[in-house]
T-cell receptor, first 112, second 116 residues
Framework: AQSVAQPEDQVNVAEGNPLTVKCTYSVSGNPYLFWYVQYPNRGLQFLLKYITGDNLVKGSYGFEAEFNKSQTSFHLKKPSALVSDSALYFCAVRSGNTPLVFGKGTRLSVIA | SAVISQKPSRDICQRGTSLTIQCQVDSQVTMMFWYRQQPGQSLTLIAT?????????ESGFVIDKFPISRPNLTFSTLTVSNMSPEDSSIYLC?????????????FGPGTRLTVL
């Protein structure tokens, strides 16, 4: 069975500061890991994914994520947060040809 | 990528009635899914819509309550039947363009359903 844990319901960060949104996963095979963002009254937008290769993945809007196999983690990061980054962030995992399984989501609030 | 549209974008319905949600993709895709996002919650997979055959439902979801159609590779419908206030949620259509583990799954804008 696949599962994703996002331990923080809410992350608050000041504008201009670095941000981290945490994600850990559990799968029986090779993991394919994804981050999505959901703005109010909008669908999910794809940010980035880890498939294989370099553990540091770069995505949209300046976001990046680091895959750590030993810690089974895939934390989302951004060097300098913007107020417009405030949204709901979802980590998701897939192993094999199955639909994505999502974490519960983390609400990011960037304060000016 | 795939561009997905859903109709309606939102609706307010009376209990006991049914609502059909449409999902249209701008290109042929291998797999289509329906998710539910209850208020303040994460996404839960309802079913995989299979072209030309019955949908594959996840535990806790049944065909009588959530009938699904997929007549071709670009279109699917989800019906929420005999609605109750507990069905108030956002319903999201999602697609996987190719049957590859590494492929990105894309989401429609969602249908926000309120049941009174």
């Amino acid at each position: 069975a696949q599962s994703v844990a996002q331990p923080e319901d809410q992350v608050n960060v000041a504008e201009g500061n670095p941000l981290t949104v945490k994600c850990t996963y559990s799968v029986s095979g090779n993991p394919y890991l994804f981050w999505y963002v959901q703005y109010p009254n909008r669908g999910l937008q794809f940010l980035l994914k880890y498939i294989t290769g370099d553990n540091l993945v770069k995505g949209s809007y300046g976001f990046e994520a680091e895959f750590n196999k030993s810690q089974t983690s895939f934390h989302l990061k951004k060097p300098s947060a913007l107020v417009s980054d405030s949204a709901l962030y979802f980590c998701a995992v897939r192993s094999g040809n199955t639909p994505l399984v999502f974490g519960k989501g983390t609400r990011l609030s960037v304060i000016a | 990528s795939a561009v997905i549209s859903q109709k309606p974008s939102r609706d307010i319905c009376q209990r006991g009635t049914s609502l059909t949600i449409q999902c249209q993709v701008d290109s042929q895709v291998t797999m289509m899914f329906w998710y539910r996002q209850q208020p303040g919650q994460s996404l839960t997979l309802i079913a995989t819509a299979n072209q030309g055959s019955e949908a594959t439902y996840e535990s806790g979801f049944v065909i009588d309550k959530f009938p699904i159609s997929r007549p071709n590779l670009t279109f699917s419908t989800l019906t929420v039947s005999n609605m109750s206030p507990e069905d108030s949620s956002i319903y999201l259509c999602s697609v996987l363009p190719q049957r590859l583990e590494s492929d990105t799954q894309y989401f429609g804008p969602g249908t926000r359903l309120t049941v009174l």
